[in-house]
């Protein structure tokens, strides 16, 4: 017989439900864990010497993060999905209704149903520890919170703050979540438990008392049909300016909410049900979170085949480079990693506006109350600057974070070996330059790694660990451990010109080129790869990259793969006239004020083009769309990426490829690779040879093969 998941005891009138799920690194709420839990609640409820009850967990960092992804992962019918939901329902109204005061003592991460569940409860008391995070993640997962939390967050908090969780599916700290009502309390951690047995005590005997008190504009607002039906109208218009249709979970949350609102939290508990049921099984939820497993399932490995070599712990980091991404992974790697990092540049001023940037990433967390001020503090004092090499001495790794100009990079790690010790990492944050070109000027080649960061880095997941074939293991698993420690999605790649992520996207910026020295407007090819499901389009991307990085990266592959990449003169024409985009506020669009506005006409006057084409919109995003979709197969055919399943995650992570479409491959495998096949053969006949279909993909498709395993 396996170990309880929930361990039931009770001292000085006080029941304890201890939640430890044997075999998991964190609680999930199973089906078998609901029943326990269940049966738990009903014993302490019918014995006359328990007063009180407490949650907790025995994990040593999480709380309750939710139902088990797997679960939704296995269902395949409505009735099966409506079912599971219904019992997790019956089992949080059985602690909602006791009748007996029961307190959740939270430390670590309470999210989705475990964050439900807490809410049935009549005290929540948190630790202050970084760990303790809490939210309604599910709508990432393309479902809905359907255990309640879409009829009583609300009632707690206030219809607007709680639709900013439950649509977005964001987390929050635990001062955050006391300023926001959702827990009553916050400790340290140490005196968790010794609060929650106070605490307990007293809800015994007095009760909770006092009220929360709401503004009277909320009460306006929420309280009167008029005013709700204002404060939903707006809400389901932005949503639908986000989404364009493509991410049907917000908007079935809203409705949830709603209809609660409008007709009771039971009324609302059906529609979540039946909704959730709808939500699980289709399309856009099974891409999800296959993307979610994927990620979780990277989490887990060291980025080497069997095991390897463990990897080394890096303390003390050095950024050689102070500009916008060496800042950027500066702060990072104090807030996320707690690493010592030394900022290196040429000048003091250069230094100076480095380690402000870098802080600044400190001070918006601290601005939205996600951290306090003793923990910035404690933050801002890991990072510090030089303009020599002082300090690199001591560095268990040294990343390089300056411009994209192979020749300087080389003298610099020429330098950097010089002044650091024979077992440090070396990393260059390199977007398209070859780190084999790199490798050759340094005299121990074997531990220089590609970290190639993403744009904003305190935004972006994903993180691309670039191997040549003569990395050793350990700078491999010490490139991928420090990068998980920086919160990233770290997948490993060959280095090969482009990597996988700039690779895959060079033909789809190539052909938005393409449609513009046609005559397509600039905004209506944007336009069409937004409807598609990218979060920007082409053109726009082009402008916020920098036209001058768009072109350098896109030079370098036209010297690699020739005609088929790299090839419009449209960025050459940008360039000339002196157009780099957002940053100059020159490039496609016209900038005010740093924000964008409309296309700027006379683009299309230094490129050559005349804008008078009628292109379908179909049309649009199939060029620019499988584009993408052929080159994603020669990379992978070219072993870039080590399997679809990295490669479909560093698409959606590191580009924006839509995720509901679950990845390039992905997408490949549900269009039918035969049917993806006839699409490139008729583009091919109409516009040439750079949309021959790759040779992998006529094969697989000949042999009836997918990319990834029925599921």
């Excluded at 709420?29 to 007063?51: F, H, K, M, N, Y």
């Excluded at 016209?590 to 179909?618: H, L, M, N, S, W």
């Excluded at 479409?661 to 040439?688: M, T």
Aim: glycine share 10%; hydrophobic share 45%; aromatic share 4%.
């Amino acid at each position: 017989m396996s170990d309880p998941a929930v361990t039931v005891r009770v001292q000085r009138g006080i029941g304890w439900l201890e939640l430890d799920v044997p075999g998991k690194p964190v609680n999930v709420l199973t089906p078998a864990v609901q029943e326990e839990l269940a049966s738990a609640i009903e014993q302490l409820g019918r014995e006359d010497d328990v007063r009180a009850l407490v949650l907790i967990s025995r994990k040593r960092d999480s709380f309750i993060t939710g139902v088990d992804v797997t679960t939704i992962a296995s269902l395949r019918t409505r009735d099966a999905a409506y079912a599971l939901v219904r019992r997790a329902q019956e089992v949080v109204k059985r602690l909602e209704r006791l009748g007996k005061p029961v307190l959740a003592a939270i430390h670590g991460a309470c999210l989705g149903g475990g964050l439900e569940v807490v809410l049935a409860c009549a005290y929540r008391l948190v630790s202050d520890d970084p760990a303790t995070r809490l939210g309604l993640p599910e709508v990432r997962l393309g479902v809905l919170p359907a255990v309640g939390g879409c009829q009583r967050l609300p009632r707690l908090i206030g219809v607007q703050p709680a639709l900013d969780l439950i649509l977005t599916g964001k987390t929050v700290s635990a001062p955050r979540a006391r300023r926001l009502g959702i827990v009553d309390e916050v400790v340290h951690p140490v005196v968790l438990e010794r609060v929650a047995e106070e605490t307990a005590a007293r809800l015994a005997t007095e009760g909770r008392g006092g009220h929360r008190r709401h503004s009277l504009k909320r009460l306006a607002m929420e309280t009167n049909p008029l005013g709700r039906k204002m404060l939903f109208g707006a809400a389901r218009r932005q949503l639908e300016r986000k989404t364009h249709g493509h991410y049907p979970a917000p908007i079935a949350a809203l409705q949830s909410v709603e209809h609660g609102l409008t007709h009771g939290i039971e009324a609302g508990q059906d529609v979540e049900a039946a909704l959730f049921a709808e939500l699980a099984i289709g399309g856009v939820s099974r891409n999800l979170v296959r993307l979610f497993v994927g990620s979780e399932a990277l989490e887990k490995e060291p980025g080497v085949e069997g095991g390897g070599t463990p990897p080394r712990l890096v303390a003390n980091l050095g950024i050689v480079g102070a500009g916008f991404m060496g800042s950027a992974i500066a702060g990072v790697a104090a807030l996320e990693a707690g690493v010592d990092v030394r900022l290196k540049d040429r000048d003091h001023g250069a230094v100076g506006r480095g380690l402000a940037a870098a802080r600044d990433v400190l001070h918006v967390r601290q601005r939205r109350h996600d951290l306090d001020d003793v923990r910035v503090r404690r933050l801002l004092a890991l990072l510090s600057g030089t303009i020599g090499w002082d300090g690199f001495g001591r560095s268990d790794a040294v990343l390089e974070a300056v411009f994209e100009e192979v020749d300087l990079k080389r003298q610099l790690f020429r330098e950097i070996e010089a002044h650091v010790r024979e077992d440090c990492l070396l990393a260059s944050n390199t977007s398209t330059i070859p780190i084999s070109r790199i490798a050759e000027a340094v005299e121990r080649p074997e531990r220089l790694v590609g970290m190639h960061f993403f744009s904003p880095v305190e935004k972006m997941p994903l993180l691309e660990v670039i191997v040549t074939d003569q990395t050793a293991q350990w700078a491999t698993t010490t490139a991928v451990e420090l990068g998980k420690r920086l919160g990233k999605t770290v997948i490993v790649v060959r280095d090969r010109p482009g990597f996988w992520a700039n690779r895959i996207l060079a033909p789809y910026l190539d052909e938005a080129g393409h449609l513009l020295l046609e005559g397509v407007a600039a905004d209506t090819i944007d336009r069409a790869a937004v409807q598609f499901g990218f979060r920007v389009g082409p053109v726009t991307l082009l402008d916020e990259v920098g036209l001058d990085v768009a072109e350098r990266s896109a030079r370098l592959l036209h010297d690699e793969f020739g005609e088929r990449i790299g090839s419009p003169v449209t960025l050459a024409r940008m360039l000339e006239d002196g157009r780099l985009g957002r940053k100059n506020g020159r490039g496609f669009y016209q900038y005010e004020g740093g924000k964008r506005r409309e296309v700027d006409q006379t683009a299309y006057e230094i490129i050559g083009a005349a804008v008078d084409a009628d292109v379908p919109k179909e049309d649009i995003q199939a060029r620019l769309v499988f584009a993408m979709l052929n080159e994603a197969v020669v990379a992978l055919d070219d072993g870039v990426v080590r399997s679809a399943r990295d490669g479909d995650i560093g698409a959606v992570f590191g580009i924006g490829f839509p995720a509901f479409r679950g990845g390039p491959l992905r997408y490949l495998d549900e269009l039918g690779l035969s049917d993806a096949v006839s699409v490139l053969e008729d583009l091919e006949r109409q516009y040439g040879d750079r949309f021959t279909p790759a040779p992998q993909l006529v094969g697989m498709a000949s042999a009836g093969r997918t990319f990834h395993p029925s599921d």
